[in-house]
């Protein structure tokens, strides 16, 4: 089977400082995609970034910067200097390869709030 | 290029009656899949499309749902006998191809009363 999970429910930081949201995935697959989506008030799923199995390098985007371990089956995301516009619910999904998920569903975990306070 | 939309934003209905809830992927896209958020959760899958065809719809709850793409583009998720528990945001996403990136539409808040 597969499953995402984020077990922080909730994170509040103030503003400027550094988050780290966690997220820890369970697949059969050995060909699957890792993805973030933010969800702002608004409550329109935003897309963040897509991840494949096979490329374990980390990433970097603005202020944005992503941790991928298979050792570990983590994908974790960091938001540098965090801002108020970055609160909203974030989260982790996995969309598996050609054994259990032909189709690309996507699994997502539970979401993690974060508020950024001024 | 226009994002996904979907039609109606709010729904509301009560136990027993019919829904239809639409949505209109982007131009190009072949997968469309159908999610259903109820409140503090993740969004869970529900159906997906590959061109006209439901390809999976292991996620549909029970009969009471269905959902058609008849021409390949537009798609329509459809609720008989509304439950209560029927209450959720309902998502459709697009993508290329299936595994590829996933676009959301605004969402369809339907309430049952």
């Known amino acids: 089977a597969q499953k995402v999970t984020q077990a922080q429910t909730e994170i509040s930081v103030v503003e400027k400082e550094d988050v780290t949201l966690d997220c820890v995935y369970e697949t059969r697959d050995t060909t699957y995609y890792l993805f973030w989506y933010k969800q702002p008030p608004s409550g329109e799923l935003v897309f963040l970034i897509r991840r494949n199995s096979f490329d374990e390098q980390n990433e970097i985007s603005g202020r944005y910067s992503w941790n991928f371990q298979k050792s570990t089956s983590s994908f974790n995301f960091t938001i540098t200097a965090s801002q108020v516009v970055d609160s909203a619910v974030y989260f982790c999904?996995?969309?598996?390869?050609?054994?259990?998920?032909?189709?690309?569903?996507?699994?997502f975990g539970q979401g993690t709030e974060l508020s950024v306070k001024p | 290029g226009a994002g996904v939309s979907q039609t109606p934003s709010n729904k509301v209905t009560e136990k027993g009656k019919y829904v239809e809830l639409r949505c209109d992927p982007i131009s190009g896209h072949t997968a469309l899949y159908w999610y259903r958020q109820s409140l503090g959760q993740g969004p869970e899958f529900l159906i997906y499309f590959q061109g006209t065809g439901a390809a999976d719809d292991s996620g549909l709850p029970n009969d009471r749902f269905f959902a058609v793409r008849p021409e390949g583009s537009v798609s329509t998720l459809k609720i008989q006998r509304t439950e209560r528990g029927d209450s959720a945001v309902y998502l459709c996403?697009?993508?290329?191809?299936?595994?590829?990136?996933?676009?959301f539409g605004p969402g369809t808040r339907l309430l049952v009363l």
């Open positions: 999904a996995l969309s598996g390869g050609m054994i259990y998920n032909q189709g690309g569903k996507l699994i």
């Open positions: 996403a697009s993508s290329f191809a299936s595994h590829e990136t996933q676009y």
